[in-house]
């Protein structure tokens, strides 16, 4: 999947896949991951709810927030961090890279280094 050095980054779209608001779920080695464009930026987290199993995919994205359809955390795609109960822990945060340039250019995620 990924060669040794390059901090575990893997391909897992194209920018031009991805809508603004519009998370994708992408499996990385058994990990799930929510990739999401959101205010010009692109931001991946855990897929899965601090709180129970939901996949927060499946959930809206609104103000830099994506909530869990179940009921209603909001978590930020910065941070991780909850915005509200019933989830009081983060969900993981990745640092993703853009290589290129345009709707072709790569956009990479590593989960092995946790923000
Ligand atoms: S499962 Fe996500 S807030 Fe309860």
Redesign the pocket.
């Known amino acids: 999947m990924s060669a040794p050095g390059d901090g575990g980054f893997v391909r897992v779209c194209s920018l031009g896949d991805l809508e603004d608001e519009v998370a994708r779920r992408v499996d990385l080695g058994g990990v799930p991951v929510a990739v999401v464009r959101a205010e010009g930026e692109v931001f991946a987290v855990n897929d899965i709810?601090s709180?129970?199993n939901?996949s927060l995919s499946e959930g809206e994205v609104e103000d830099c927030q994506i909530e869990?359809w179940?009921?209603?955390?909001r978590f930020d795609l910065r941070t991780g961090k909850p915005s509200g109960l019933?989830?009081t822990r983060p969900i993981p945060v990745y640092p993703v890279k853009i290589e290129g340039e345009g709707p072709g250019a790569a956009v990479l995620v590593s989960v092995t280094q946790e923000s």
């Open positions: 709810c709180h129970a939901v869990c179940l009921h209603g955390s019933p989830a």
